[in-house]
């Protein structure tokens, strides 16, 4: 019985723009491929460039998503011990190709000197040892610019592509009527403002060309703002949550920050953003605030107080990083983007045998606090971090949008972890929602800052 002809659709993937997998693999070139068998081994077979080049399409779709995964925010899947290797999943490949064929595609892609490889053996929700495989692109072509390149696959397998991506067309999008939620009224009213973003993906383009001409903008920084345009030009509205932190990853949050001013409302004006600062430092006052020591001695009790008090007063001179550096750094020619990774990296996120100079000295002026720190980090490293995460999480999304929103069901307004995108004409009350329900979250006065002067802020 002949096989009924599919109709075959193109669909725009992203890759290096000097990545062209036709010229380099010829047709007479030998192939030492690994095949999958039935069972779950593998084996290794001599094939020709002439059989390799109709897996051509599922050799793209591998790069374009290593390419998205790499220019992504979502930390748990890098590897702990090389950041620039992210995770690839055999199911990663569907359903351009059958999840059999994950190591046939990457070890192509590997013996084409494309990508390179890492793995370690570990358990997951499915085994207690298990491989794990990471990847990365040559320099060769980590360094080349991203551009969109079009590949022929049949229609069922696109329909399921874009069934995947979440791709829409914006004239079909329906708002989801926010009278009818009960629960999570937030994320429907988020849904609606993806599918009906306006963005002006020509200016963001010609944006990031500039900056990188000018070289304010590295490569990486290019290819991830134009990976961002293309996913919102072809109406790829993904949308990944992690159960860990409770966060959302989406188009908006994955967007180089340079490219937020080109978000509009519906009337083609810019959105305001505003922010939580120091969220991370605030996250933690709570954290201490909230835990009841027990004490050896009344000394130790008077100990703990002044360090919180001393933190606390931090916090509350407005710029959390400035008055860090005076009390404990005053003579060390350090920034305040390096101060910030002081505090951040090495001593709120520092492994515990970490030699780090800075969080040493930290562990010697803020003992109690530390140890309270690095409790939370004893079974797990992330421990910490996703704590801290998900109490952002719960002020941005479960409490201030989930408000908001019940009074402005309308509005135009966009998440971006700890900070809010939205229209000019609510940016004051939102901006004074922010400070309220901060400083009651958190016990103390928070800041909250616009990152533009757009409107004139209601005094208080």
């Not at 590295?218 to 996913?231: C, D, E, L, P, R």
């Not at 305040?336 to 990774?341: E, L, S």
């Not at 505090?343 to 606090?369: A, E, T």
């Amino acid at each position: 019985m002949k096989k009924k002809n599919e109709e075959y659709v193109s669909i725009n993937l992203n890759k290096p723009e000097n990545l062209v997998l036709e010229d380099m693999i010829k047709p007479e070139l030998p192939f030492f491929a690994s095949i999958r068998r039935d069972d779950g081994t593998s084996s290794h077979k001599m094939s020709t460039g002439k059989n390799i080049r109709k897996h051509i399409p599922a050799l793209y779709y591998f790069v374009h998503v290593l390419l998205e995964r790499q220019h992504s925010d979502i930390d748990v899947l890098r590897c702990w011990y090389a950041k620039d290797f992210v995770e690839m999943f055999s199911r990663d490949i569907e359903p351009v190709k059958s999840k059999n064929y994950f190591r046939f595609i990457w070890g192509i892609l590997r013996s084409l000197q494309v990508i390179e490889d890492e793995n370690e053996t570990r358990p997951n929700k499915y085994r207690k040892s298990a491989k794990a495989y990471y990847f990365r692109f040559t320099k060769k072509y980590s360094e080349a610019k991203v551009v969109e390149h079009q590949i022929m696959v049949k229609k069922t397998i696109a329909d399921k592509l874009n069934n995947k991506w979440k791709k829409i067309d914006k004239k079909d999008v329906q708002n989801i009527d926010l009278s009818t939620i009960a629960f999570k009224k937030h994320m429907a009213h988020q849904y609606n403002a993806l599918h009906r973003i306006n963005f002006n993906a020509d200016g963001a383009l010609a944006y990031i060309n500039k900056l990188l001409e000018e070289e304010t903008f590295t490569v990486k920084q290019y290819n991830t703002g134009k990976i961002a345009i293309n996913n919102i030009l072809n109406g790829k509205i993904k949308v990944t949550y992690s159960q860990a932190c409770h966060r959302f990853f989406t188009p908006v949050t994955e967007m180089p920050k340079e490219l937020r001013q080109f978000i509009m409302d519906s009337e083609g004006k810019p959105l305001n953003e505003l922010d939580f600062g120091s969220f991370n430092a605030f996250a933690v006052y709570k954290i201490i605030n909230t835990i009841q020591p027990e004490y050896k001695s009344n000394a130790e009790k008077i100990a703990f107080e002044n360090e919180l008090d001393l933190y606390r007063r931090l916090l509350s001179g407005g710029d959390f990083y400035r008055d860090f550096k005076d009390v404990f750094f005053p003579d060390a020619d350090l920034s305040r983007d390096q101060i910030k990774d002081v505090v951040l990296k090495y001593w709120f996120n520092g492994k515990l045998n970490s030699r780090n100079k800075y969080r040493k000295y930290m562990l010697k002026r803020m003992p109690r606090i530390s140890e309270i720190i690095d409790c939370l980090k004893v079974e797990e490293y992330r421990n910490f971090s996703n704590t801290a995460m998900q109490m952002e999480s719960e002020l941005v999304n479960d409490i201030i949008y989930k408000r908001f929103v019940e009074l402005h069901p309308d509005a135009i307004m966009y998440t971006i972890f700890d900070s809010f995108l939205v229209e000019q004409r609510y940016a004051a009350q939102l901006l004074s929602m922010m400070r309220e329900e901060g400083s009651r979250y958190f016990d103390l006065n928070c800041v909250v800052r616009a990152k533009n002067n757009l409107f004139v802020e209601t005094p208080l």
